[in-house]
C-alpha cells in the first residue's frame, strides 16, 4: 500500500492539468481504494451535463443533503458515511446500491475548499476504513498542493479577452510546447490550434507567440 501511495503522490505532481487529472489520476486513486466509482469536482468548474444529472449533482453537492459533504466543508478533513449517519439514515439519503459506501476528501487552496475527492464501493464490498481514511487525507493534502501551484500558474495568464480555452493554450505555449504539442495534450488538431492562436493574436493585438505570452505574463504583476 505504501508503494501505491507514493505512486499516486509523484503522478499528481507530473499532471499538466484539470482534465489530465481526471483521466489519468483519478482512475488509479480509484483503483488504490478498491472503490467502484471515484470522481474529482472542483466547485468553480463542475462540467455541463444534461438537466436530469444536473439535478442529481446538486443534490450531490449540497450540504443540507450530503453529511459527508457537510463534514468535509466544517471540517477541511475526509470523512465516510459511517462518520456521519447510521446505515438507516445513510440507505434513505443515497439508496443507490453503488454507493452504500461513500468516502471523500476535500482538496484546499489558499485556505478555502475548491473540491473534493470521492470515492464509493457497493453494499456487498468492505466499508472503509480508518485506514481508508488516512490514505485518502495524504491524497488529498498532495491534491491540494498540486491546485494551489495550478490555480497560482493559471492567475499568470488572465485575459477578460481570452476565452478559458484560450488560455490553456496560451500556457502551453509558455510552456515552450509546439503546436503538435499542444493539441495532442488538449484533444484538439493541430489545426485548430493554429486557428485559436490567430484569433488570440487578434485580439490580444500582437504578432507572435513571444509577445502573446510577455502580454500575459505582465498582467501578474499588474
Known amino acids: 500500500m505504501t508503494s501505491s501511495l507514493q505512486f499516486l503522490f509523484q503522478a499528481i505532481h507530473q499532471v499538466k492539468d484539470e482534465a489530465d487529472l481526471r483521466s489519468r489520476i483519478v482512475p488509479k486513486i480509484g483503483e488504490h481504494f478498491a ?63 453503488d454507493h452504500w459506501h461513500v468516502m471523500a476528501g476535500p482538496i484546499i487552496s489558499s485556505g478555502k475548499l475548491v473540491g473534493a ?10 466499508a472503509f476504513n480508518t485506514q481508508n481514511l488516512a490514505d485518502m487525507s495524504a491524497v488529498c493534502l498532495h491534491l491540494s498542493v498540486w491546485a494551489t501551484t495550478v490555480r497560482s500558474q493559471q492567475q499568470s ?15 502551453l505555449v509558455a510552456l515552450g510546447r509546439t503546436n503538435a504539442e499542444i493539441g495532442t495534450e488538449l484533444w484538439i488538431t493541430e489545426n485548430s490550434v493554429k486557428q485559436a492562436l490567430k484569433r488570440m493574436f487578434r485580439k490580444l493585438k500582437v504578432s507572435s507567440r513571444a509577445e502573446m505570452v510577455a ?6 504583476a499588474d
Open 157 to 171: 495568464f488572465k485575459s477578460d479577452r481570452l476565452t478559458p480555452r484560450e488560455l490553456q493554450i496560451a500556457e
Open 215 to 220: 502580454q500575459l505574463w505582465v498582467k501578474k
Open 117 to 126: 475527492l470521492g470515492c464509493t464501493r457497493e453494499r456487498s464490498m468492505p
Open 35 to 97: 472503490a467502484k466509482r471515484w470522481g474529482v469536482f472542483f466547485f468553480d468548474q463542475l462540467p455541463p451535463v444534461n438537466k436530469k444529472l444536473q439535478k442529481s449533482l446538486q443534490i450531490a453537492l449540497s450540504i443540507d443533503h450530503n453529511p459527508v459533504l457537510r463534514y468535509i466543508v466544517e471540517h477541511h478533513a475526509p470523512a465516510h458515511q459511517s462518520l456521519v449517519a447510521s446505515p438507516k439514515v445513510w440507505a434513505l439519503i443515497c439508496p443507490r446500491p
